[in-house]
T-cell receptor
Framework: NAGVTQTPKFRVLKTGQSMTLLCAQD?????MYWYRQDPGMGLRLIHY???????AKGEVPDGYNVSRLKKQNFLLGLESAAPSQTSVYFC?????????????FGPGTRLTVL | DAKTTQPPSMDCAEGRAANLPCNHS???????VYWYRQIHSQGPQYIIH???NNETNEMASLIITEDRKSSTLILPHATLRDTAVYYC??????????????FGQGTILTVHP
């Protein structure tokens, strides 16, 4: 099992450019999440999905869109990148959203917007 | 979900027990206490969770007070590889809090030789 993988690992964008971050999990998890982490801070939830074809907003959704066309993949899109979106992005998944189930995290994507 | 309060940093000597406290005085009856850690910018890693009773696994022990207003994560024999940021998270079991983890600032644990 690869667990949770994220592509790419690093990316530098110019302001206004767009990109898509890919998260994939091979654990057949229902729930998937996108977080961002800024220097010296904890993770903040951007969007999440409770199943294929469904998405919902998290704590900081503005400037991002997501799609969950396949159960194993969760895509995070930036349509027009801004310097404020410079951050480390983590994807996570869990079997279901009950309190008893742990979240498994990917290694992160470091994004710099110039 | 209830808020948590943790000390910003702690030190521990290698081989000794590391006891990390967490305050969650507003926790409600159906909320679990979770502990995660993050080693040097890697993705967070689940450690342990509990509801009322003390819990132990291969990584750590979790002691929850009887009134559930605070808890302590215990790493019985800390190693240098345990140096990380430790997050105490209280998460509800239903409603809109399904699945969502709220990360605070955590405790930076430094294990020194």
């Amino acid at each position: 099992n690869a667990g949770v993988t994220q592509t790419p690992k690093f990316r530098v964008l110019k302001t206004g450019q767009s990109m898509t971050l890919l998260c994939a999990q091979d654990m057949n998890h229902e729930y998937m999440y996108w977080y961002r982490q800024d220097p010296g801070m904890g993770l903040r939830l951007i969007h999440y999905s409770v199943g294929e074809g469904t998405t919902a907003k998290g704590e900081v959704p503005d400037g991002y869109n997501v799609s969950r066309l396949k159960k194993q993949n969760f895509l995070l899109g930036l349509e027009s990148a801004a310097p404020s979106q410079t951050s480390v992005y983590f994807c996570a998944s869990s079997y279901e959203g009950r309190a008893r189930n742990e979240q498994f995290f990917g290694p992160g994507t470091r994004l710099t917007v110039l | 979900d209830a808020k948590t309060t943790q000390p910003p940093s702690m030190d521990c000597a290698e081989g000794r027990a590391a006891n990390l406290p967490c305050n969650h005085s507003t926790i409600s009856g159906n909320e679990y206490v979770y502990w995660y850690r993050q080693i040097h910018s890697q993705g967070p890693q689940y450690i342990i969770h509990g509801l009322k009773n003390n819990e132990t696994n291969e990584m750590a022990s979790l002691i929850i007070t009887e009134d559930r207003k605070s808890s302590t994560l215990i790493l019985p024999h800390a190693t240098l590889r345990d140096t990380a940021v430790y997050y105490c998270i209280v998460k509800g079991a239903g409603g809109t809090s399904y699945g969502k983890l709220t990360f605070g600032q955590g405790t930076i644990l430094t294990v020194h030789p």
